[in-house]
């Protein structure tokens, strides 16, 4: 409050209390109880308030002047307690007050004033046997009882009360209690640390006499066991200033611990691979590399370095920290070999307890402590300059932090770590209680204050962790597959060249080449693992300046729409690039909630784990036996979050035989092999199921695909609605077609029932997707192709029958192809969890289903907003899905034998990877022990194996007739390809 203000309104309430003390006549009937309250009593008691309240403010200038408190810690003490309170009063009292100071403030004190004269003028009073004259607002502000011989003593009273009222205000306002004030605070504290320091020194040297024993050489398992529990220790520590930073409560929070959990696991099971002697590159991307392109906040930029910094450190990262990993690593190295072994038994089941990610508190408390570490001096500072802005790093970081405070704060530190050092070597018991009580310690108050204040002023502004999420929305943690390295992707590009010159027609070479480019395309190149790369791939460099020569490849797409159906199980669903196996959706939305899972346990059995949760109330579910190679890989799947597990794409046109993508943590393994097989089944049995019907419903679909398509590219081609550089694209399809109508017209008559199949919503998409095709041009089909004798009548018909107004995406709106797939069914997190148990069955077709579905993607000549790769509700053949031909023809050929153990594993893999995707997502509770799952990785990545999958549908001895040329160029004949799976 301005001191303007703070004298007016203690000159206003002197006033106010004196003149109604003296003139209880203005308060008259019900209102006479309120001159009781201005007694003499109450204002010796305002007189006494007032005095003590200036005593107080006049310690504070007093102790603005002290060096130290001294060593009388309960005189220190007992001066603490009521400047802490007067410091609290302080700080609510501006706070409360500051934005009434420049507005209501003096309106209230006028208003108050006019409504006390108005009164005092309108009821004269009686003075002293004399009549008050009326309307004279001087003698309210002088008070009438001033000058009244028989009141002196209350009018002294009166008039100190006001002078002590008013000073104090000004007092308030000019009081400084931060700096020197708190500097005494921290030689408190370091007064009140030292004797438990002390006390703790002692403990120690009874258990680790100095000298007494030989030190003797770490093993490497020691060391970095004592290097994850000193991090431990540190992050109990120094949570312990925020006493509500212990538990994950937040989404937030929980989806940057989730975030760094699965970059650990993806970075885990990358290493296995090069262990397991997998030529290939991988590599686990970091999602915060791309941070700064995406997020240009300064404060965001600062906070994700320092997460991604301290999340990085495999050991403690403060100064304290380190300091602590070297005396326990002392004092292990003294003990006999015996109780080393004891030791690391303490070790295993300390760090399976306790969470030991990063939150969002460690950064601010970390950053805090080490603001006097010249290691990180300028780092930390940066960091907490953009996070809380330039002024207020300044209130709390310049004079406000006294060399002093170093001190204490270090102290206090090193207090809490020897307590917990010393009582680790006692019992387990001890020392889980120690670190659960850490939180509850009452020393470093004062910085408790201050590291809450920064809490909630991040609390006020959460724009640097709402930034810093949406750039791992934009880069999630994701595992890369090369199968070449530069060099060989340099050759192969050089050696296509070469090739492509050889083409005789210039304009042809342009098209030549991005049919066959689609050969270096990855899996990264359909389903990309981020939404900004910084290293764009090879093919996708090579069909940039191709773009216009391929309209149909992926590359047509902005990195935008790939990206965003890369991660979305429901836009895979209907993709042209995903016939495959889609495993990896969502939980359905349920009436009822999820258990609230807290622990994940598992016994581990001679290449298998059991896996059990327990949630809050202590119920355990029990998951199954699941082999240790298919958890290491549902975890890593889970991690990456893309959903195919394996495709066959037309990348090049027909050129070359079916690309196999296959999802970075499936590929060249066992599991990954089992995938791919799985995918051929409805090829392989389905389609030459006994009784014809999944033949049947497939041919129909292709006859009238053909027959619309024919009649689409004669319009386009007769009339003339395509640029002259697309002559080649157009004459080509527009001679096969209406070449083989116009030869087998009869034939495609009878196949299509003179037209009506076109009709029949079980047997032809195009009146159920109205959208993707033309739909008077389906009607002059239905109409004409019974009513002409010929193909070339027929076609005469339909030209003369479509509107002259019309261009050639008006026509051909899509194109379409079927694709064969496996798709996981939906399920529920049922309170019984039974989604993610193993069934009882052991039945994998109650887990996944074998489709033959429509495919759309969207016409070279379609300039309409049109999205047909991302159909929620694909077309998958009403007529085959109505008698479960599919899933039955199946059904019987995986009972026995090779087959059933591929749908066992993929049955596995399947309940496995929703365990671990629910988890990362939050969907099991926020309490869930994500750390648990880097120690499960741990003990089952060691089990999987390296095994080539294949890059190719099929080898050139297959495809006779093709150029051998570019199949050697594209590694389709190689060896490495040829023994995949073997």
């Not at 931060?178 to 004797?195: D, K, Q």
Request: proline content about 5%.
């Amino acid at each position: 409050m301005p001191i303007y203000l703070s004298c007016l309104l203690a000159w206003l309430l002197y006033s106010l209390f004196n003149t109604l003390s003296k003139n209880p006549g203005v308060l008259s009937g019900a209102r006479s109880a309120v001159a009781i309250a201005f007694s003499a009593y109450i204002r010796t008691f305002f007189l006494v308030a007032a005095i003590a309240y200036t005593l107080l403010a006049v310690l504070v200038f007093m102790l603005n002047n002290i060096t130290g408190v001294g060593e009388n810690v309960v005189l220190a003490r007992m001066l603490f307690a009521p400047l802490r309170a007067l410091k609290q009063f302080h700080d609510a009292f501006h706070a409360s007050w500051q934005w009434l100071s420049l507005a209501l403030m003096p309106v209230l004190a006028l208003i108050v004033i006019y409504y006390v004269i108005k009164k005092h003028a309108k009821r004269p009073g009686i003075i002293n046997g004399q009549q008050r004259a009326s309307g004279r607002a001087f003698t309210f502000f002088t008070s009438a009882g001033m000058h009244s011989a028989v009141n002196k003593t209350d009018t002294a009273l009166s008039i100190t009360s006001g002078v002590i009222l008013l000073a104090s205000l000004l007092i308030l306002q000019a009081i400084q209690v931060p700096f020197a004030t708190v500097n005494a605070r921290y030689n408190l504290e370091n007064i009140i640390v030292a004797h438990h320091i002390q006390t703790l020194d002692e403990k120690w040297n009874l258990h680790f006499p100095p000298g007494t024993q030989k030190k003797t050489p770490l093993s490497a398992d020691l060391s970095a066991g004592i290097a994850r529990l000193s991090r431990i220790m540190e992050r109990e520590i120094m949570r312990s200033f925020l006493h509500d930073s212990v538990s994950l409560d937040s989404v937030q929070q929980f989806q940057l611990v989730s975030t760094q959990v699965r970059q650990n696991l993806l970075k885990a099971y990358v290493a296995q691979k090069q262990v397991a002697a997998d030529p290939h590159a991988y590599e686990a991307t970091n999602p915060f590399d791309n941070f700064e392109p995406v997020s240009p906040s300064p404060a965001a930029t600062s906070f994700i370095k320092a997460y991604a910094y301290q999340t990085a450190q495999p050991g403690p990262a403060t100064s304290f920290g380190k300091k602590m990993e070297a005396r326990l690593s002392t004092a292990v190295s003294r003990l006999s070999a015996r109780d080393q072994q004891m030791f690391r038994t303490q070790l295993r089941d300390l760090n399976n307890m306790y969470n030991d990610q990063v939150t969002i508190d460690d950064v601010i408390t970390m950053s805090f402590e080490n603001l006097h570490d010249s290691l990180a001096d300028n780092w930390s500072k940066e960091i907490l300059k953009n996070l809380l802005g330039e002024q207020v790093f300044l209130k709390f970081f310049t004079a406000a932090f006294p060399r002093s405070f170093q001190k204490a704060f270090d102290n206090i530190l090193e207090m809490k770590a020897r307590d917990l050092l010393t009582s680790i070597f006692i019992d387990h018991k001890t020392v889980m209680a120690s670190i659960h009580n850490i939180r509850h310690t009452s020393s470093g108050g004062v910085i408790s204050d201050h590291l809450t204040k920064i809490k909630d002023r991040l609390k006020k502004h959460p724009l640097p962790f709402e930034k810093m999420n949406n750039a791992i929305r934009q880069a999630p943690p994701a595992i890369i597959y090369n199968r070449m390295q530069e060099p060989e992707y340099q050759m192969t590009e050089n050696r296509l060249d070469v090739y492509v010159e050889k083409a005789a027609n210039n304009l042809v070479r342009p098209y030549i080449k991005a049919a066959y480019a689609g050969g270096l395309s990855t899996y990264e190149d359909y389903f990309p693992n981020s939404l900004q790369s910084s290293v764009p791939t090879h093919y996708a460099v090579i069909m940039k300046p191709l773009k216009r020569f391929s309209p149909t490849s992926i590359v047509a797409f902005t990195r935008e729409e790939a990206f965003n159906n890369a991660f979305s199980f429901s836009n895979l669903s209907a993709n042209p690039w995903t016939g495959g196996v889609l495993i990896g959706r969502s939980p359905e939305k349920s009436s009822t909630a999820a258990p609230d899972i807290r622990d994940m346990q598992w016994e581990d059995s001679a290449g298998f784990v059991h896996i059990t949760l327990i949630d809050a109330a202590g119920k355990k579910y029990k998951l199954g036996s699941f082999s240790k190679p298919v958890i290491a890989q549902a975890l890593a799947y889970a991690a990456d979050a893309r959903p195919v597990a394996t495709t066959m794409i037309n990348c090049t046109d027909g050129a070359l035989p079916l690309r196999v993508l296959m999802h970075p943590a499936l590929v060249n393994t066992p599991l990954g092999c089992n995938i791919i097989s799985m995918d051929r089944f409805v090829d392989t049995y389905a389609y030459n199921e006994p009784s014809g019907q999944v033949q049947y419903a497939l041919l129909q679909f292709r006859y009238q695909k053909f027959m619309y398509d024919a009649c689409a590219y004669y319009l386009i081609f007769k009339r003339h609605l395509y640029e002259g550089t697309e002559n080649f694209l157009v004459e080509g399809p527009y001679k096969q077609f209406t070449g083989f109508v116009i030869s087998n017209f009869t034939l495609l008559k009878q196949k299509l029932l003179n037209g009506s199949v076109f009709n029949d919503p079980l047997l032809s998409p195009m009146r159920v997707k109205k959208s993707y095709y033309h739909q008077y041009l389906v009607d002059l089909i239905v109409t004409h192709l019974a009513s002409s004798a010929t193909g070339e009548e027929f076609f005469n018909k339909i030209n003369a029958g479509f509107p002259g107004n019309m261009t050639a995406g008006d026509i051909l709106i899509t194109q379409s192809e079927i694709r064969s797939g496996v798709r996981e069914d939906p399920y529920l997190l049922d309170p019984d969890l039974r989604s993610l148990m193993l069934p009882a069955d052991d039945n994998p077709l109650n887990t996944l289903t074998f489709i033959e579905q429509v495919a759309y993607n969207k016409s070279r000549f379609c300039k309409k907003d049109l999205h047909p790769e991302v159909d929620n509700s694909p077309w998958a053949f009403p007529y085959i899905k109505s008698n479960n031909m599919i899933q039955r023809t199946i059904d019987q050929n995986v009972q026995d034998g090779v087959n059933k153990e591929i749908m066992d594993h993929a049955l596995a893999f399947t309940v496995a990877q929703r365990l671990f995707r629910s988890a990362f997502s939050g969907a099991l509770g926020l309490g869930f022990p994500l750390s648990r799952m880097g120690s499960l990785m741990e003990v089952c990545v060691s089990g999987v194996g390296y095994v080539k999958t294949p890059e190719w549908s099929a080898g050139y001895q297959s495809l006779p007739g093709m150029d051998k040329e570019v199949f050697d160029i594209m590694g389709v004949s190689g060896e490495e390809n040829e023994r995949a799976c073997r």
